[in-house]
Protein backbone atom coordinates (compact mmCIF):
# COMPACT_ATOMS: atom_id res chain seq x y z
CA UNK A 1 0.00 0.00 0.00
CA UNK A 2 1.36 3.17 -1.12
CA UNK A 3 2.03 5.90 2.43
CA UNK A 4 3.71 9.00 2.91
CA UNK A 5 7.48 9.08 3.61
CA UNK A 6 10.51 11.29 3.74
CA UNK A 7 12.43 11.75 0.14
CA UNK A 8 15.36 9.55 0.16
CA UNK A 9 17.60 7.70 -2.41
CA UNK A 10 15.78 4.98 -3.06
CA UNK A 11 12.97 6.61 -4.14
CA UNK A 12 15.34 8.79 -6.72
CA UNK A 13 15.24 6.52 -9.59
CA UNK A 14 11.61 6.62 -9.62
CA UNK A 15 11.45 10.03 -9.16
CA UNK A 16 13.57 11.19 -12.18
CA UNK A 17 11.70 8.98 -14.36
CA UNK A 18 8.40 10.47 -13.30
CA UNK A 19 9.86 13.99 -14.16
CA UNK A 20 10.91 12.44 -17.53
CA UNK A 21 7.11 11.46 -17.69
CA UNK A 22 5.42 14.63 -17.23
CA UNK A 23 5.57 15.15 -13.64
CA UNK A 24 6.21 18.95 -12.15
CA UNK A 25 7.62 20.11 -9.57
CA UNK A 26 6.20 23.24 -9.63
CA UNK A 27 2.49 23.90 -11.54
CA UNK A 28 3.16 27.15 -12.49
CA UNK A 29 6.35 26.22 -13.89
CA UNK A 30 7.89 23.57 -16.54
CA UNK A 31 10.60 21.05 -15.63
CA UNK A 32 13.48 21.77 -18.40
CA UNK A 33 15.98 18.46 -19.16
CA UNK A 34 19.04 20.32 -17.79
CA UNK A 35 17.47 20.33 -14.28
CA UNK A 36 15.83 16.70 -14.99
CA UNK A 37 19.71 15.82 -15.76
CA UNK A 38 21.34 17.32 -13.04
CA UNK A 39 18.96 15.70 -10.55
CA UNK A 40 20.02 12.15 -11.77
CA UNK A 41 23.53 13.12 -11.86
CA UNK A 42 23.61 14.70 -8.48
CA UNK A 43 20.56 12.90 -6.49
CA UNK A 44 22.27 13.35 -3.04
CA UNK A 45 22.37 17.22 -3.77
CA UNK A 46 18.55 17.24 -4.73
CA UNK A 47 17.71 15.20 -1.67
CA UNK A 48 19.49 17.83 0.71
CA UNK A 49 17.62 21.08 -1.27
CA UNK A 50 14.53 18.99 -0.75
CA UNK A 51 14.89 18.14 3.27
CA UNK A 52 16.90 20.96 3.87
CA UNK A 53 15.72 23.64 1.00
CA UNK A 54 17.22 27.49 0.77
CA UNK A 55 16.34 30.61 2.53
CA UNK A 56 14.95 31.89 -0.53
CA UNK A 57 12.99 30.75 -3.24
CA UNK A 58 12.45 32.06 -6.64
CA UNK A 59 8.94 33.53 -7.11
CA UNK A 60 7.34 32.79 -10.53
CA UNK A 61 7.99 36.08 -12.08
CA UNK A 62 11.59 35.66 -11.28
CA UNK A 63 12.06 37.50 -8.52
CA UNK A 64 14.15 36.40 -4.61
CA UNK A 65 11.25 35.97 -2.05
CA UNK A 66 11.58 34.67 1.59
CA UNK A 67 11.07 30.89 1.74
CA UNK A 68 9.04 30.20 4.64
CA UNK A 69 10.11 26.78 6.29
CA UNK A 70 8.29 23.45 4.74
CA UNK A 71 8.45 19.54 4.42
CA UNK A 72 7.71 17.72 2.06
CA UNK A 73 6.49 14.11 1.96
CA UNK A 74 6.74 11.55 -1.10
CA UNK A 75 3.42 9.34 -1.18
CA UNK A 76 5.57 6.08 -2.49
CA UNK A 77 5.01 2.44 -2.59
CA UNK A 78 7.85 0.57 -2.30
CA UNK A 79 10.53 2.51 -3.60
CA UNK A 80 7.99 3.86 -6.65
CA UNK A 81 7.48 7.46 -6.20
CA UNK A 82 3.64 8.45 -6.85
CA UNK A 83 3.67 12.01 -6.00
CA UNK A 84 4.11 14.69 -3.54
CA UNK A 85 2.55 16.95 -0.86
CA UNK A 86 4.55 19.60 0.91
CA UNK A 87 3.42 21.70 3.67
CA UNK A 88 4.53 25.44 4.62
CA UNK A 89 4.72 25.99 8.74
CA UNK A 90 3.73 29.62 8.56
CA UNK A 91 1.86 31.79 5.94
CA UNK A 92 3.68 35.39 4.79
CA UNK A 93 1.93 38.13 2.99
CA UNK A 94 2.19 36.36 -0.64
CA UNK A 95 1.40 33.19 0.51
CA UNK A 96 -1.88 34.56 2.45
CA UNK A 97 -2.64 35.75 -1.02
CA UNK A 98 -2.00 32.98 -3.02
CA UNK A 99 -0.07 29.47 -2.54
CA UNK A 100 -1.37 28.53 1.01
CA UNK A 101 0.47 25.77 3.78
CA UNK A 102 -0.27 22.83 1.45
CA UNK A 103 0.78 21.98 -1.89
CA UNK A 104 0.61 18.75 -4.14
CA UNK A 105 1.52 17.17 -7.08
CA UNK A 106 0.31 13.18 -8.51
CA UNK A 107 3.35 11.88 -11.58
CA UNK A 108 0.77 11.21 -14.93
CA UNK A 109 1.05 8.07 -14.82
CA UNK A 110 -0.86 7.64 -11.36
CA UNK A 111 -3.49 10.47 -11.76
CA UNK A 112 -7.02 9.29 -11.01
CA UNK A 113 -6.50 6.59 -8.81
CA UNK A 114 -7.70 8.53 -6.11
CA UNK A 115 -3.92 9.58 -4.53
CA UNK A 116 -4.04 12.83 -4.19
CA UNK A 117 -7.07 12.63 -1.63
CA UNK A 118 -5.18 10.74 0.22
CA UNK A 119 -1.81 12.22 -0.04
CA UNK A 120 -3.88 15.32 1.49
CA UNK A 121 -5.38 13.18 3.80
CA UNK A 122 -2.64 11.79 5.29
CA UNK A 123 -0.65 15.55 5.39
CA UNK A 124 -3.83 16.75 7.04
CA UNK A 125 -2.97 13.98 9.75
CA UNK A 126 0.42 14.73 9.68
CA UNK A 127 -0.17 18.56 9.98
CA UNK A 128 -2.22 17.83 13.16
CA UNK A 129 0.83 15.36 14.84
CA UNK A 130 3.54 17.99 13.98
CA UNK A 131 2.55 21.94 13.70
CA UNK A 132 0.89 23.73 16.55
CA UNK A 133 -2.29 25.14 13.33
CA UNK A 134 -5.74 24.58 13.96
CA UNK A 135 -6.22 25.75 10.24
CA UNK A 136 -4.51 25.33 6.75
CA UNK A 137 -5.13 27.37 3.93
CA UNK A 138 -4.86 25.76 0.33
CA UNK A 139 -5.28 27.64 -2.90
CA UNK A 140 -6.18 26.38 -6.36
CA UNK A 141 -6.75 27.35 -10.04
CA UNK A 142 -10.24 27.49 -11.26
CA UNK A 143 -8.90 25.46 -14.38
CA UNK A 144 -8.04 22.89 -12.30
CA UNK A 145 -11.49 20.73 -11.25
CA UNK A 146 -10.21 17.87 -9.93
CA UNK A 147 -7.65 19.54 -7.31
CA UNK A 148 -10.92 21.86 -6.17
CA UNK A 149 -12.55 18.25 -5.81
CA UNK A 150 -9.89 16.98 -3.78
CA UNK A 151 -9.75 20.16 -1.47
CA UNK A 152 -13.92 19.65 -1.23
CA UNK A 153 -13.73 15.88 -0.39
CA UNK A 154 -11.31 16.58 2.25
CA UNK A 155 -13.68 19.33 3.96
CA UNK A 156 -12.05 22.64 2.40
CA UNK A 157 -14.38 25.72 2.88
CA UNK A 158 -14.61 28.22 0.57
CA UNK A 159 -13.25 31.65 1.55
CA UNK A 160 -13.36 33.66 -1.85
CA UNK A 161 -11.94 33.60 -5.74
CA UNK A 162 -10.04 35.75 -6.56
CA UNK A 163 -7.48 36.94 -9.35
CA UNK A 164 -4.59 34.38 -9.85
CA UNK A 165 -1.75 36.43 -8.99
CA UNK A 166 0.74 34.43 -11.13
CA UNK A 167 -1.39 33.97 -14.57
CA UNK A 168 -2.81 36.70 -16.19
CA UNK A 169 -6.71 36.35 -16.94
CA UNK A 170 -7.12 33.36 -14.27
CA UNK A 171 -9.27 33.18 -11.15
CA UNK A 172 -8.42 31.06 -8.61
CA UNK A 173 -10.22 29.58 -5.42
CA UNK A 174 -9.00 29.72 -1.64
CA UNK A 175 -10.00 27.02 0.90
CA UNK A 176 -9.62 26.58 4.90
CA UNK A 177 -9.76 23.00 5.86
CA UNK A 178 -9.86 23.03 9.87
CA UNK A 179 -7.62 20.44 11.64
C1 LIG B 1 -4.81 17.69 -9.37
C2 LIG B 1 -4.12 16.38 -9.10
C3 LIG B 1 -3.26 16.51 -7.87
C4 LIG B 1 -5.21 15.30 -8.86
O1 LIG B 1 -4.54 14.08 -8.53
P1 LIG B 1 -5.31 12.68 -8.58
O2 LIG B 1 -4.50 11.71 -7.80
O3 LIG B 1 -5.62 12.33 -9.99
O4 LIG B 1 -6.65 13.04 -7.78
P2 LIG B 1 -7.69 12.01 -7.13
O5 LIG B 1 -7.69 10.77 -7.99
O6 LIG B 1 -7.39 11.84 -5.68
O7 LIG B 1 -9.06 12.78 -7.20
C5 LIG B 1 -9.45 13.58 -8.24
C6 LIG B 1 -10.95 13.85 -8.06
O8 LIG B 1 -11.28 14.85 -9.01
C7 LIG B 1 -12.24 14.32 -9.91
N1 LIG B 1 -11.95 14.89 -11.21
C8 LIG B 1 -10.95 14.58 -12.06
N2 LIG B 1 -11.04 15.33 -13.17
C9 LIG B 1 -12.12 16.12 -13.01
C10 LIG B 1 -12.75 17.11 -13.80
N3 LIG B 1 -12.27 17.44 -15.00
N4 LIG B 1 -13.85 17.75 -13.29
C11 LIG B 1 -14.34 17.44 -12.08
N5 LIG B 1 -13.77 16.50 -11.27
C12 LIG B 1 -12.69 15.85 -11.73
C13 LIG B 1 -12.06 12.82 -9.86
O9 LIG B 1 -13.25 12.14 -10.28
C14 LIG B 1 -11.79 12.63 -8.37
O10 LIG B 1 -12.97 12.76 -7.62
P3 LIG B 1 -13.69 11.45 -6.96
O11 LIG B 1 -12.68 10.88 -6.00
O12 LIG B 1 -14.91 11.98 -6.31
O13 LIG B 1 -13.97 10.51 -8.10
C15 LIG B 1 -3.27 15.91 -10.31
O14 LIG B 1 -4.03 16.01 -11.49
C16 LIG B 1 -1.97 16.70 -10.47
O15 LIG B 1 -0.95 16.35 -9.89
N6 LIG B 1 -2.02 17.79 -11.26
C17 LIG B 1 -0.83 18.63 -11.47
C18 LIG B 1 -0.43 19.41 -10.20
C19 LIG B 1 -1.61 20.15 -9.56
O16 LIG B 1 -2.49 20.63 -10.24
N7 LIG B 1 -1.58 20.23 -8.22
C20 LIG B 1 -2.62 20.88 -7.45
C21 LIG B 1 -2.37 22.37 -7.39
S1 LIG B 1 -3.67 23.17 -6.44
Redesign the pocket.
Known amino acids: MPRLAAPALAHMPSFVAALKEGY?RD?LRAEDPGAIAQIEREPQWFLRQVNTPPAHVVLPDGTLGERVLETQLWYVEGDEFL?SVSVRHTLNELLERWGGHI????RPS?????????MLAGMLDHVRANLPLDRVM????LK???????IE?NGGVLIDEVDHPWVEGDRGRRYWIAL
Open positions: RSGGYAVAQGCGYASTLTVNNPASIRVK
